[in-house]
């Protein structure tokens, strides 16, 4: 009966070590966790940021397309009124797209 009794108590110490082990596993666990959740804040505020700027050069990028329209149209009807030279030079100008500076 003495045997059995210490194999119990053996058993019911292992059984607790298991569990300690288990909660300081989930307490790291529950940091890393947290961890993680404060960087999906951060990068969902970052998103946020990128949006908005997307946006603003959507709308920069229509302004320029409609001013350049314009400005075509203007220098083509300028052109019909000047000399040849003058047209031809508008004319090949106008051909050449203009170089689009990206922001860093």
Excluded: W, Y
Excluded at 41 to 54: F, G, I, Y
């Amino acid at each position: 009966m003495r045997i059995e009794k210490e194999q119990l108590e053996k058993t019911v110490n292992a059984l607790i070590d298991k569990a300690q082990d288990c909660f300081e596993i989930a307490q790291t666990q529950h940091k890393a966790a947290d961890l993680q959740h404060t960087l999906a804040d951060k990068q969902h505020e970052n998103a946020n940021k990128l949006e908005t700027s997307a946006d603003k050069l959507d709308t920069i990028g229509d302004a320029l397309t409609t001013d350049a329209t314009e400005l075509k149209g203007s220098l083509k009807m300028g052109a019909r009124q000047t000399s040849p030279r003058l047209r031809k030079l508008i004319e090949e100008t106008l051909h050449e797209p203009a170089p689009i500076a990206i922001p860093k």
